[in-house]
């Protein structure tokens, strides 16, 4: 008898905390609404709610920079008492640097991780990032979370006039930190 395995359907839901972040990117098309209001956490709990109700199994979590918030942590929880199955992160890192808020994060939940890299040196991502000590924070958090254990880590790269003569090396870089789910994106 041969048994053919089911797929079973993902049900996601995306969820915008807000625009604010701890970057400066040249290319950001929300900078202008860095000023809104961000989410309350009792609106982002009662979203999370409402899409669990509505039979999503995946949440994902974007802004701005999601980790800067002081209740991140408390949200990734309260999504994983809801009872999403992947609760992925979009994040330029930075935050991942800092071991003790890595470890607070996946222990709380976060399953999945998704991080921007624009570049595949200090000068060229930095650059873009207006932030100077983006690329080595963000190698430090891609680091930090491997060592604990997180295996589905993806990228995005925005393609901008500034780095699309390098994508063959943006490509190349990311593929040696291991990644193999990367996302090449024009800003729109």
Not at 10 to 15: A, D, E, R, S
Not at 44 to 69: N, Q, S, V, W
Not at 96 to 102: D, E, I, L, P, T
């Amino acid at each position: 008898m041969m048994v053919i395995p089911t797929r079973t359907k993902t049900h996601k839901t995306v969820i915008i905390w807000g625009y604010q972040c701890n970057n400066r990117c040249r290319f950001c098309i929300d900078s202008q609404k860095r000023d809104f209001p961000p989410k309350t956490t009792a609106e982002i709990k009662k979203e999370m709610t409402e899409a669990r109700k509505r039979g999503a199994d995946y949440l994902e979590l974007i802004g701005g920079e999601t980790t800067i918030r002081p209740d991140v942590v408390e949200l990734v929880r309260y999504a994983r008492r809801c009872g999403f199955k992947t609760i992925m992160m979009a994040t330029n890192g930075r935050m991942f640097s800092y071991s003790r808020f890595a470890e607070k994060i996946i222990a709380a939940g976060l399953n999945s991780l998704i991080f921007s890299i624009h570049g595949h040196n200090d000068r060229l991502h930095d650059s873009l990032t207006r932030t100077p000590g983006s690329f080595q924070e963000l190698l430090a958090g891609l680091e930090n979370v491997k060592k604990m254990g997180l295996k589905n880590i993806g990228s995005n790269t925005t393609i901008v006039k500034q780095n699309y003569r390098d994508l063959a090396q943006i490509g190349k870089f990311i593929f040696n930190l291991g990644i193999r789910n990367a996302e090449f994106i024009f800003v729109d």
